[in-house]
C-alpha cells in the first residue's frame, strides 16, 4: 500500500497561511489526501503518505503541533490496531 500512515495533527500560531502550507507540502512531501484548514490561531492538517515523521517535523518548525494522530492504514486494512 502506498501512502499507508494517516497523519493528522493540529498546528497552534502556525508561522505560515493555510495556502501556503498546502502548496509547500504538495511541493516537498510525497502523498496524497491533503486537507489543510484553519488560521494562524490553530491548523488542522489530515495527509497519507509513507514518511510521516518528515511531514510532523515541518509542521513542528511552523508552530506548536498537538493532537498527533499518525494511523498504519495498511494493519487497519487488515483488521488489525492501526
Known amino acids: 500500500m502506498e501512502n499507508r500512515f494517516d497523519t493528522q495533527l ?5 508561522a505560515v ?3 501556503e502550507m498546502d502548496d509547500y507540502i504538495r511541493e516537498h512531501f510525497a502523498g496524497d489526501c491533503l486537507l489543510v484548514v ?3 490561531e490553530v491548523m488542522k ?3 497519507h503518505t509513507d ?3 518528515e ?5 513542528a518548525s511552523q ?3 498537538y ?9 487497519q486494512a487488515k483488521g488489525l490496531k492501526g
Open 55 to 59: 511531514l510532523l517535523e515541518y509542521c
Open 51 to 53: 514518511r510521516p515523521w
Open 17 to 19: 497561511s493555510e495556502d
Open 10 to 14: 493540529l498546528i497552534e500560531g502556525c
Open 67 to 75: 493532537d498527533v494522530v499518525v494511523e498504519n492504514m495498511e494493519r
Open 45 to 47: 492538517l489530515h495527509f
Open 63 to 65: 508552530g506548536e503541533i
Open 38 to 40: 484553519g488560521d494562524e
